[in-house]
């Protein structure tokens, strides 16, 4: 161990966390192989049981196989607990229990906290890590009771009312879009309880967990003339905008396609349903392969914006897009900073955002020229949903990830490990240790445009 530690100290904090992810598909695909995990007679491939670790620490949700018809209630089990990992980040559940066990939370583990939550400061990360998980618990405590009370009505015991509503919080809250049922919501499609409690858990995990602690900071009245911070009052913002452009978007392609015959408020629930889902939480109340190609492009490219930073979300992030668009709207009114909720971004802020977007954008064309190229036989759009779905960590999928070939299943895997990584800690893996030169070189102005 002591060996272990000092190589360790030789890698960047974003090396040593996605060694860490890694150590975790590893324990996560060990722990979906123990004996009486799977239903009796039933048997998977080395390929699909990784998959679905990689999918589960991820919290993406994509499937090769059927859950319920595939896992015993142990094995169920086993994969909530999967899902904490990835859901809350390696980093949040270590340190969860080496406060458990009293243990001193030294310099090393505070870099590593705070790279796995995209913090700027070494400041409160434990106080930070400690509200996360309390808030986390009793957000999928309190979902899972309303909705096993709930969903009574639908079982004949008691425990699988249970299993189904505690899975199902726990799934909506960590945004991993697993499901009991084979055919993710759509049982629950006229139900819109479950679908409002579904959304609203869904939104939780995805917001960003520090627009969490602030909002329980605002309303517990512990701190005199409290102020959200300039992330929560972002995230929110484009987080209500990305909500009502999905639903309103989803409304009217599909109005005069797949939704014809529906009620106003079928239609109404299934738009926000899915725009709410698809940024992060992989759920569906509908049979989104009836979608037009439209909805299916809409879908996408909310799925790769993906959810907030420090979320259990992934894709490019909110803030990522918001900045990126508040500088071309700044750009082109002749301003060389931006300005917004009566302060100045920085200008790193910007080029992280566009360096987030260019690698983004690079990595899904290279995912889907691959795929073209294993997959021939699959649509092109249906190759982008699934690619833009594992980015994202979403979990929707227009039936093709049961046909992947290996290659392909190799290529979504390390999206959603990517995914949920993030795309920052990505590339400073890539690039090692940053060195700052000592010299300067003279500036010269380049023609652009």
């Known amino acids: 161990m002591k060996l272990t530690r000092e190589h360790l100290w030789r890698f960047t904090p974003a090396q040593v966390i996605v060694f860490y992810y890694f150590l975790a598909i590893t324990f996560s695909f060990l722990l979906l192989n123990l004996p009486g995990v799977y239903q009796p007679g039933v048997k998977i491939s080395l390929i699909d049981s990784l998959f679905t670790a990689v999918s589960a620490v991820s919290v993406t949700g994509l499937t090769t196989i059927v859950i319920s018809e595939t896992y015993s209630p142990f094995g169920i089990s ?120 579904t959304m609203i858990l869904i939104i939780l995990g995805a917001i960003g967990f520090p627009v969490l602690i602030e909002v329980k900071s605002f309303f517990s009245k512990k701190v005199p003339h409290f102020r959200f911070s300039l992330f929560t009052k972002i995230t929110t913002s484009t987080f209500g905008i990305l909500l009502v452009f999905g639903a309103v978007m989803i409304f009217i392609l599909e109005s005069f396609n797949s939704f014809k015959g529906m009620a106003l408020h079928e239609k109404v629930f299934t738009s926000i349903f899915h725009s709410v889902s698809s940024r992060s939480g992989g759920l569906t109340t509908f049979d989104i392969t009836k979608f037009s190609e439209a909805t299916d492009l809409v879908i996408s490219l909310l799925m790769f914006i993906g959810a907030s930073p420090s979320s259990v979300g992934g894709g490019i992030r909110t803030t990522t897009l918001a900045i990126a668009v508040l500088f071309l709207v700044n750009f082109a009114r002749g301003r060389g900073v931006i300005h917004i909720f009566h302060r100045q971004i920085k200008l790193v802020d910007v080029f992280r955002s566009y360096a987030v977007i260019l690698l983004a954008g690079l990595m899904v064309m290279i995912a889907l020229l691959i795929l073209l190229i294993t997959e021939p036989n699959v649509p092109v759009v249906s190759i982008l949903f699934e690619i833009t779905s594992a980015f994202g960590t979403s979990g929707m999928s227009l039936g093709i990830t049961g046909d992947l070939s290996t290659p392909g299943k190799m290529i979504i895997m390390s999206l959603m490990f990517i995914g949920r990584v993030g795309l920052i800690s990505f590339l400073y893996t890539l690039g090692g240790r940053t060195k700052n030169p000592h010299y300067h070189y003279p500036k010269e102005r380049v023609i652009i445009g």
Not at 79 to 107: A, C, D, E, N, Y
Not at 130 to 136: G, L, S
Not at 170 to 175: E, M
């Open 78 to 197: 086993m994969i909530m607990i999967v899902l904490q990992i990835g859901g809350i980040g390696i980093m949040s559940i270590g340190t969860f229990f080496w406060l458990l066990l009293k243990k001193r939370i030294g310099m090393r583990e505070r870099e590593l906290i705070m790279v796995d939550h995209n913090q700027y400061s070494l400041k409160g990360v434990v106080d930070l890590i400690r509200q996360i998980v309390k808030i986390i618990f009793l957000i999928e405590l309190v979902g899972g009771i309303i909705l096993t009370v709930y969903i009574m009505k639908y079982y004949d015991t008691f425990s699988e009312a249970f299993l189904h509503g505690i899975f199902m919080a726990v799934s909506a809250t960590t945004n991993t879009g697993f499901d009991l049922t084979g055919e993710s919501l759509m049982p629950y499609f006229n139900d819109y309880f479950i679908q409002i409690v």
